[in-house]
């Protein structure tokens, strides 16, 4: 069969311009943020559409195979010369359909239909856990996709690419659009074809950096009018580009990628040879942090470290003896480079302790990450404080790194012509994606009403108590034949679990959100009766936990949230995994005394009223504090945005 | 310096190659002792000062050099002192915006013409968000001034100093001699209709003469003017000049001139204004000299002339102490030493350079604002009393901009702002503590709580004293004040023509008895004189009464008083003459209007009435001894009247004589304690009253007059 293949283009590059929001501006969006149509009406319309869908799909469906492929063609020649009309897009999600029906042997249902209009028409879909987003997801992607327009399917995790990547391939395949999906591991002459298929499957983390990368590429050359005229001078290496523009996103797991991922700005750095570091000078400050005392010469206020009047005459006098003899090349000279480097070593010597913040292993320092307790490889403190502590444990310091571009989700998703989303869980958060991404949440109904039963939640003294409340409880359940999951807070938590009910002869599986097919593989038979599963709540993300027979006679999954989540969003989504699609399913918490969220609360606040409304007081608490941060970072983006604009370069 | 020593977006400048463009120069500056930079873009004549270390960079910016470069050289070379990279890109950043880069390679015009657009639409912005201080441009008027430069260019000097002081001098001699006839009734001299039309043609004459003062003197700094226009301040269209360009030059009297020309040129005007007055004959010249000396001298004393507010006096003001951006820096400076000594952060800096310097900032920006408020409750006070609507409406306008609207910021910071996370609640500590106070002092404070009344003696049945006869006073036996019987003789005339009369009459009727005797005989003519002499004895009978009533006997009991003054002896006085009264002491009151607000308050809330004479230092008690049960216009006695001296104003309109412009209660107090008193008490003396209410605190007080004014104001 013919494809039709539009000139690959890099150069050309569209992306939305941003402009900061006014001061007029920004109270409207408030106010809109709040005001908003009725879910009904919207659906309504969509529920119009709907007839009109089937109508088509009658037709499509009534054409043999032949008849079939050459009609796509058809209506993919009039997209590209006509534009996504209305009329030919609801033409187009009929073909998708039909295309889905003879390849998967699954036709969209009328929600996953209205998920997909409503993407189509940029909005982040509610959609509930299992009703089949990835089978969604083509729809507004290959519609898109025949109408000419570069298509990213963004999901949380390389396997999740990959995996959707091939599972829907062959409907991609029918329709006539190639697909392909990024993961780390691939270089980037392999990136670069993927990029340049219609519909790219791609985690949120891949994109960004090639997005970094090829700013590298460009330098300031970013319009396609610089652009051009450096490629023909000779000053721009095109072919190193990766990116096609951002034209079109659909972003899975929408709240978590786009809000919760969002805190972090994502950096590129790279080795920097003319920023190395003098080794003398770091143990000179290592040695001279050593000798002030808390209290006196610095003060810790917030888990932040201030120098006091004392410190800082201390600091200027030793500094003075310690320039004597190098002049003015000493890296001593200048108060704030001192009091900087001061900082540094005062942080590394009073803020970071091994094991619980850092290893060393192999002569190297390596960060843990506080939430996941995994080692982070790739990861290094920022300037300075890396060499410090490395010489702090006695290892060589490494080189330091620099950074080449930096850019945060909110910026980088905004520059998209289209974006949509779907998510299990967004109602929370639709007035921060509005305002933060100028994005409407959509509640799609689920395709059966839900049957999912909440057992409240069970309050123990201690973590110990816990552990073994819950694994009693597993126990007892998958006795009765039924499916338990259990889903902690931190790995680590998973491990304590695992141990107990190791030490309790329970047979369970433990994922440690590796985050593979692997994984995947685990949790998929984490439905079948009697299965015992216990997992972060990253773990196996979108993969569904299909019920055996037994277990849905049983009385379906049993989720036991042990613990509650940065955001009432998390626990909701972790619930979801149970009574899915109309199956039975139940739900219960089980949270101690010495949750750490409960951190949150300062002073007698931590001990007033019943744990569970101190648990969700402190997970509000959190959940603002999260969302104040990413404000912030939103705030300083416009703000350095503006500041920055003679750089010529965006990121 | 503050902050992080590293800025987390280095790497986008670091390799940046830049210089600055051909018509930027720098020039050097003193301020306060210190050197500064001040760079000149020829091109626009905009000013932007940096300092000594921002120099070293500016300096530096060649085109050759990486900012990575220059930022290792400025470090190595300036020590202590070295910039942070995040101050390194503010400086760049704001040198970009000035339009002063160059040297990037390719002219990016996305980002140019963006940006052009961003500052037409702030213009915009600008205009809407303030529409009481718009700016509209309106010409380039550097052809004229350099034309005409030469012509004015010996009076910059020191004998145009000279002319100027010599007539400023005079002007202000003149001006004491002639002080009262130049106040009398300014208000209605000013806002009369005929004047506002002659304002309005003479107030762009002198503005444009103030304008072009300044724009010369810019000239003579070595600045250009390139716009003048009208702004038009609450609604008010005023001229401005651009004279920014004077901030190149670097002697500060200099500059100083150029701020201060526009009020010299006016105070000149006005002193020519003022010599014209004197001589003109009264009439149109006349009264278009004495508008000039108001333009020109009030209002330059008023607002321009005065450096609290951000006219030319403040310019001179901020060239005088070497402290550019005065208004802004003081502010900001205020906000430091909140955030530093009240929240107790740690990381804002001062934006004073010196501990003295700090004290200027902050006592400007206390002192300035405190002034906005009051000159704008002024001005709406005063439009209010002439232009009821317009002036309540201005009233709220001043208030909601010098208070609601720094206080809607101070929420907004204090809920939403990044900036305080970590100390909001030290700040809502403040505030709250802050509102706590004002909140007990308005609403929990009592305080004495008085209603002060203008009263008049009068008495309820007075028996008036009217002499009998006229004559001259000869003898006077009581005082005023004094307690009289009845009965009991007061005074004296004397009237020696009645004596007269009666002897005569008495004569009269003793000759017709003599003729009666004589003629027994003659019954007609007897008959006749019997006639005659009964009507002559009626006619002695009335002469005897009148010379009697030449002594004044009282009436009844009581007090005599005199409302008219005791009356000189010797005073020739005409019959029917009241020339005193007595009164029962009992019967006498003092008369007051209360106005209807106060009405309730005063019947049921008297806790005690204070009675005082005019002059005296002591005043007696007293009670409400009645009050009308409803209100009316009329006015018992001119002395209550505004007129009288008074605080009830007159209806100018009405027919009868007496009738108030607003509704008033009559009350009466008891006067006993007053004639009790040592003073003596004259009938319709005026009588200071003051009802004491419960003490009560003032917020309650405030509201209830707010919600009177408002109530008046839309007649509900």
């Known amino acids: 069969m013919t494809t039709l293949k539009l000139p690959r283009d890099v150069m050309a590059r569209p992306e939305r311009r941003l402009e900061a929001p006014t001061s007029l501006e920004k109270p409207w969006h408030w106010l809109r943020a ?111 996709a025949l109408a000419g327009t570069p298509v990213h ?49 791609c985690t949120n983390k891949e994109l960004v950096f090639d997005y970094l990368r090829d700013s590298q590429v460009l330098g300031r050359f970013r319009q396609p009018m610089l652009a051009h005229a450096a490629r023909l001078r000779g000053d721009l290496q095109h072919q190193q580009l990766l990116l096609r523009g951002l034209h079109f996103a659909i972003v899975d797991e929408a709240d978590s990628v786009m809000l919760d991922e969002a805190r972090t700005p994502l950096i590129l750095s790279g080795p920097a040879p003319h920023e190395a570091f003098d080794v003398e000078l770091i143990d000179q400050a290592i040695a001279l942090a050593g000798t002030f005392v808390e209290g006196v010469h610095f003060v810790k206020e917030r888990s932040q470290l201030h120098l006091t009047e004392a410190g800082k005459t201390r600091l200027a006098e030793q500094s003075e003896q310690l320039m004597q003899g190098q002049g003015a090349g000493s890296g001593w000279v200048g108060r704030s480079r001192r009091e900087w480097l001061i900082q540094q070593a005062l942080v590394a010597h009073h803020h970071f302790q091994r094991d619980q913040h850092y290893l060393v292993r192999d002569g190297k320092v390596q960060i843990i990450d506080e939430h996941t307790g995994r080692v982070m490889a790739d990861r290094s403190w920022e300037k300075g404080l890396q060499q410090m502590i490395e010489r702090l444990e006695g290892c060589e310091p490494s080189d330091p790194n620099v950074t080449l571009a930096r850019l945060t989700y909110q910026r980088f998703f905004r520059r998209y012509h289209h974006l949509a989303g779907m998510t299990g869980t967004a109602r929370e958060v639709r007035q921060e994606l509005w305002v933060t991404y100028r994005r409407r949440v959509v509640a799609i109904p689920p395709h059966r009403p839900g049957k999912r039963q909440y057992l409240g939640t069970t309050c123990v003294a201690d973590r110990e108590a816990k552990w073994r409340l819950i694994s009693r409880r597993a ?51 984490a439905g079948t009766a009697g299965a015992i599963t216990v997992a972060t709540s990253m773990a196996g993300r979108g993969t569904d936990i299909a019920l055996d027979d037994t277990a849905t006679a049983a009385g379906g999954l049993h989720v036991i949230i042990a613990g509650h989540h940065d955001a009432s969003r998390v626990d909701r989504q972790i619930a979801g995994r149970s009574a899915r699609q109309g199956d039975p399913g139940s739900v219960e918490f089980v949270v101690a005394d010495d949750e750490l969220l409960l951190e949150e609360l300062d002073g007698w606040h931590r001990h007033m009223g019943k744990l569970p409304a101190r648990l969700h007081r402190a997970q509000a608490i959190r959940e603002a504090r999260h969302a104040r941060e990413r404000a912030r970072l939103l705030a300083a983006d416009w703000r350095e945005g503006e500041l920055l604009g003679f750089s010529g370069q965006g990121e | 310096m503050a902050g992080p020593l590293f800025s987390q977006h280095w790497h986008r400048v670091a390799e940046l190659r830049l210089r600055l463009r051909g018509h930027a120069s720098l020039h050097r500056h003193e301020y306060r002792g210190e050197p500064w930079y001040v760079l000149h873009d020829g091109l626009t004549g905009q000013v932007h000062r940096f300092t000594p270390e921002a120099y070293q960079v500016i300096g530096r910016l060649d085109g050759k050099r990486s900012v990575r470069e220059i930022w290792d050289q400025v470090s190595a070379s300036l020590g202590d002192a070295m910039p942070t990279q995040q101050e390194l890109i503010e400086l760049i950043g704001r040198l970009h915006n000035a339009n002063v880069l160059a040297g990037q390679g390719e002219i990016d015009i996305d980002e140019l013409s963006r940006r052009q657009a961003t500052q037409r639409r702030s213009k915009w912005l600008q205009m809407i968000r303030s529409p009481l201080g718009i700016r509209i441009p309106l010409l380039d008027p550097e052809r004229f001034v350099a034309a005409s430069y030469p012509l004015v260019r010996p009076l910059i000097g020191p004998l145009g100093g000279l002319i100027w002081l010599v007539t400023l001098l005079s002007a202000l001699l003149l001006m004491g001699i002639h002080w009262s006839s130049l106040t009398a009734n300014l208000a209605d001299r000013v806002l009369g209709v005929g004047n506002l039309v002659m304002l309005a043609l003479i107030y762009p004459l002198i503005k444009a003469l103030h304008e072009l003062g300044h724009a010369w003197a810019t000239k003579d700094a070595g600045g250009e003017v390139h716009e003048v226009g009208i702004m038009l301040l609450v609604f008010f269209p005023v001229p401005y000049v651009d004279a920014s360009a004077a901030a190149a030059c670097p002697d500060k009297y200099r500059r100083m001139l150029v701020g201060a020309a526009g009020i010299m040129v006016e105070l000149f005007l006005a002193s020519l204004a003022m010599l014209v007055w004197v001589m003109a004959e009264p009439g149109l010249i006349r009264a278009a000299a004495f508008n000039v000396m108001l333009i020109a001298g009030v209002s330059t004393l008023l607002f321009n002339g005065n450096p609290l507010l951000r006219f030319d006096a403040y310019y001179v003001l901020a060239d005088f102490l070497e402290i550019p951006n005065l208004f802004s820096r003081a502010n900001q400076q205020v906000g430091y030493v909140v955030k530093r000594y009240l929240l107790g952060r740690r990381e804002v800096t001062s934006h004073a350079g010196s501990r003295r310097e700090a004290c200027w900032l902050v006592g400007y920006a206390v002192t300035s604002f405190c002034y906005r408020l009051m000159i704008m409750v002024a001005i709406a006070v005063f439009v209010a009393t002439r232009y009821l609507f317009v002036g309540i409406l201005l009233a709220l306008w001043s208030v909601s901009m010098t208070l609601l609207l720094p206080l809607a910021k101070m929420f907004k910071a204090m809920t939403m702002d990044d900036a305080l996370e970590g100390s909001r609640a030290k700040a809502w500590g403040w505030f709250v503590t802050a509102t706590g106070l004002v909140g007990v002092l308005l609403f929990a404070m009592p305080i004495p709580y008085a209603t002060t009344l203008h009263g008049v003696v009068d008495s309820r049945e007075p028996a008036q004293l009217r002499v009998g006869a006229s004559g001259t006073l000869a003898e006077l036996w009581v005082e005023d004040g004094s307690e009289v019987a009845a009965g009991e003789p007061l005074l004296r005339l004397e009237a020696p023509e009645l004596a007269t009369e009666v002897q005569l009459l008495e004569a009269e009727v003793r000759e017709i008895e003599q003729q009666l005797l ?30 009697a009533a030449t002594v004044l006997n009282s009436p009844r009991d009581g007090l005599l008083l005199m409302p008219e003054g005791t009356p000189l002896l010797g ?28 009405a309730d308050r005063v019947r049921d809330d008297a806790q005690s009435v204070a009675l005082r004479l005019p002059g005296a230092d002591d005043s007696v008690s007293s009670r409400l001894a009645w009050m009308a049960p409803s209100s009316s216009y009329e006015i018992p006695s001119d002395v209550l009247s505004v007129e009288g001296g008074g605080s009830i104003a007159l209806d100018p309109q009405a027919e009868a004589p007496l009738t108030a412009f607003r509704r008033h209660y009559l009350a009466d107090f008891d006067a006993a304690a007053l004639i009790a008193g040592e003073r003596s008490v004259r009938l319709g003396q005026r009588v200071h009253v003051r009802v004491a209410h419960a003490p009560e605190p003032a917020g309650f007080r405030l509201w209830r007059d707010t919600r009177r004014s408002f109530l008046r104001l839309f007649d509900v």
């Open chain 1, 34 to 144: 709040r005001v908003t149509r009725p879910a009904r009406v919207r659906r309504l319309a969509m529920g119009l559409a709907l007839g009109r869908i089937h109508r088509h799909a009658r037709w499509w469906a009534n054409l043999d195979d032949a008849r079939f492929d050459a009609e796509v063609m058809t209506l993919r020649q009039a997209l590209i010369h006509r534009g996504l009309t209305r009329a030919l897009l609801l033409k187009t999600l009929a073909a998708v359909r039909e295309a889905a029906g003879r390849e998967l042997g699954m036709r969209h249902h009328d929600v996953q239909l209205m998920g997909g209009l409503a993407m189509l028409d940029g909005h982040i879909a509610e959609m509930q856990t299992g009703e089949g987003k990835t089978l969604t997801a083509t729809l507004p992607a290959a519609a898109a």
């Open chain 1, 153 to 201: 399917v963004i999901t949380v995790n390389d396997y999740l690419a990959a995996r959707d990547a091939e599972l829907m391939t062959p409907v991609y395949v029918r329709l006539g659009l190639n697909v392909a999906a990024i993961v780390h591991e691939m270089t980037p002459d392999e990136r670069r074809q993927a990029y340049a298929a219609d519909v790219v499957y």
């Open chain 2, 518 to 547: 004589a003629s027994v005989r003659n019954a007609q003519a007897a008959s006749l004189l019997r006639e005659t002499l009964a009507l002559t004895g009626q006619r002695l009978d009335d002469a005897r009464q009148r010379a």
């Open chain 1, 475 to 525: 126990a007892q359940l998958a006795a009765e034949q039924r499916a338990v999951l259990v889903a902690t807070v931190t790995l680590a938590d998973a491990e304590a679990l695992s141990d107990a009910m190791r030490a309790d002869g329970i047979e369970h599986a433990m994922l440690s959100a590796r985050q593979d097919a692997e994984e995947a593989e685990v949790i998929a038979r």
């Open chain 2, 571 to 598: 005073r020739f006085v005409e019959r029917g003459t009241a020339l005193a009264v007595v009164v029962r002491p009992e019967d006498l009151r003092v008369r007051t209007l209360v106005p209807t607000h106060r």
